[in-house]
């Protein structure tokens, strides 16, 4: 498996990363356990060293998962985990509401580290950036407790590109993660070129638009109960049919070059930026190796504004995400 440098942080990971939400979490019924926790053993075994969940993704369960399973690759693997919302006393899924409190990022990096069964939490993100608490004290926070050897990395997730720029002046930022991909392309508005400038990786999740871009899904698909996609506009079936166009240009890429939609997609990701790692999610061993292959496609700078190109001029119908949630991003 390839290497990449997150930035200029002198953290390296496997080019492609894990991300381990959907094996618990957003997507319907979560996987078997005794499944999931071989899927991500062999994801190690394969070369991955990156594994992405967080304290929400349950909540709880998903951290509990990535922590029993990876135990025994302690100081082979990085993992990244997440910090930022108000839970549900009752444990059930959803949140109350956006917290980066100094007192409830403490107590959520506790319950990580407990649930994640290490001594200090790789690589730690905002998970959404809380209007009513001043992104230096989230920054200071957080470093006050890589001092104290509780964490070793800061990162941010959906956050604006004057945000970043606060928060690394106070705690250097080692990595942002945004979703990003042919289907959204925000990041390259401001995000993109202001971790360029200051030397921070970039972690896309949905690399493949939430499943959209494997070629898998059209305006038939039906979803499982608990299936957030069930509320995306993006994911509405007159959405998924005419989006359907983008997939189509994948394949067709794809023919050429002997890959499939999904591996384009990640591959053309990879080609944007050398510090940009993509954590695309699976519950499936074939998925996985899949999505690793596209660490062997490497487009000519021919083929990269061809499909730049075309991409472009196909507009993407639907938002990614119901307006409320969407709301609390790029803050």
């Known amino acids: 498996m390839k290497q990449r440098e997150l930035g200029r942080s002198g ?21 078997d356990r005794g499944e999931m926790l071989a899927l991500l053993r062999k994801a190690v075994e394969l070369g991955v060293t990156f594994f992405d969940t967080a304290e929400v993704y349950g909540p709880y369960t998903n951290e509990d998962l ?20 108000r839970l549900r006393d009752d444990g059930q899924p959803g949140f109350l509401g956006v917290d980066s409190s100094p007192g409830r990022i403490r107590q959520a990096v506790e319950g990580s580290l407990r649930r ?30 890589i001092r104290e050897g509780k964490v070793k990395r800061f990162g941010l997730s959906e956050a604006g590109a004057a945000t970043i720029r606060r928060a690394h002046a106070v705690q250097p930022v080692t990595a942002v993660q945004s979703e990003y991909s042919l289907w959204f392309r925000r990041p390259e508005e401001e995000v993109l070129p202001t971790c360029e400038e200051l030397g921070i990786g970039f972690v896309p999740f949905s690399p493949l638009g939430k499943g959209f871009l494997t070629g898998k899904i059209d305006e038939k698909t039906q979803f499982e109960n608990g299936d957030f996609r069930n509320i995306v506009p993006r994911f509405a079936p007159e959405a998924r049919r005419r989006n359907r166009a983008l ?16 591996q384009v997609a990640l591959a053309w990701l990879l080609a944007q930026k050398p510090w940009i790692v993509p954590i695309p999610g699976t519950t499936k061993l074939a998925r996985l190796e899949e999505n690793l292959g596209a660490t062997e496609i490497e487009f000519t700078a021919e083929e990269l504004r061809e499909l730049h190109e075309a991409a472009a001029g196909i507009p993407i119908e639907g938002g990614r995400y119901p307006e409320e949630i969407e709301k609390m991003t790029y803050l």
């Open 11 to 31: 953290l390296k990971v496997s080019a492609i990363g894990l991300g381990c939400m959907g094996m618990s979490f957003g997507y319907g019924k979560p996987g």
């Open 66 to 85: 990535v922590g029993e399973a990876l135990a025994p690759f302690r100081g082979q693997v990085v993992i990244a985990t997440k910090f930022g919302f």
């Open 116 to 145: 994640l069964r290490v001594e200090a939490i790789d690589l730690l993100y905002q998970h959404r950036v809380d209007p009513k608490v001043p992104i230096e004290d989230v920054a200071g926070t957080v470093g006050d407790l």
């Open 247 to 262: 997939v189509e240009l994948l394949e067709t890429f794809g023919r050429r070059r002997g890959a499939t939609a999904a």
